[in-house]
């Protein structure tokens, strides 16, 4: 590192320190077939080396975000949910005595911009705006008050999920698992209040979900002190907090959008599959 880059993270380091919690802004990308992560002012980009996890410097060059391709702001080993997170979501069900846990996987997850895929066979796809948490250093068994030193952001994501699937099937893994199943974006953002922010999601424009993450039936600290009983997580790892109010069925063709206060707008187009025959 050159003695200038030095200077201007060592400045970044005690700016930080001296204000708290600040707010900041992490993207994943590429720019020019090279894999990045970087800090996102405005429309401007500093590029960072390193991991965002692991002390990153920065680079000194910088971008505009119209120039680079976003990619998922993270790549997670674990994908973990929660489901019945919200009492407007709950209805007339009872209130889990625990948080409901369940898979995704890594291959599930895309990027802001990027294509849900319907295939041919799902025929009651739903979207589910939540709050995603961000873990930020490896954690295993701690308590709900120890949770926050191991949170690194929050960002936006939808647990798209065939309704059909997850009624009819065994296990929820076709329904909640399969591939595009898992959009997570625009941003990492740190310093938040996460325990109250405002989650909207937007279908074709029109506003179907609005509720504030404070009404979470288990909090972002809990969920991350109870998981940690049964699993280490690890930097990188993610975990979505459950949706509220109701859903209504997806088609090809729709836009989807999920936003989170501080965080930004997720978006995300369905498009059909197309199977081995070729039909659509």
């Known amino acids: 590192m050159t003695k200038k880059r030095l200077f201007i993270t060592l400045l970044i380091a005690i700016y930080s320190t001296l204000l708290g919690s600040e707010v900041t802004k992490y993207i994943r990308y590429v720019y020019q077939g090279q894999e990045s992560y970087g800090i996102l002012e405005g429309e401007t980009v500093r590029e960072l080396d390193g991991d965002i996890f692991s002390a990153p410097t920065l680079s000194g060059k910088t971008l505009q975000l119209s120039e680079v391709q976003l990619l998922a702001p993270c790549k997670p080993t674990k994908v973990i949910a929660v489901g019945l997170n919200y009492r407007s979501h709950i209805g007339n069900r009872p209130i889990p005595k625990y948080p409901g846990l369940f898979a995704k996987y890594p291959s599930s997850i895309i990027a802001h911009e990027e294509s849900i895929i ?80 405002l989650l909207q999601t937007r279908l074709n424009g029109e506003l ?44 090809p063709n729709d836009i989807v959008e999920i936003e989170l206060e501080g965080v930004g707008v997720l978006r995300n187009k369905v498009v059909a599959a197309k199977d081995k025959k070729g039909i659509y």
């Open 118 to 197: 319907m295939t041919s066979d799902a025929t009651d796809l739903h979207y589910e705006g939540e709050l995603v948490i961000v873990i930020g250093k490896e954690v295993k068994n701690i308590t709900v008050s120890e949770a926050h030193n191991y949170i690194f952001g929050v960002t936006a994501g939808n647990d798209v999920s065939e309704r059909k699937w997850q009624r009819d099937d065994l296990q929820w893994l076709r329904a909640k698992a399969s591939d595009t199943f898992g959009p997570i974006g625009p941003v990492i953002t740190t310093g938040l209040n996460y325990n109250d922010l």
């Open 208 to 251: 179907q979900q609005s509720e504030r993450t404070k009404d979470l039936v288990y909090n972002v600290d809990t969920i991350v002190s109870y998981i940690s009983r049964y699993l280490t997580l690890f930097p990188g790892d993610i975990i979505f907090t459950g949706t509220p109010g109701t859903t209504k069925a997806m088609k």
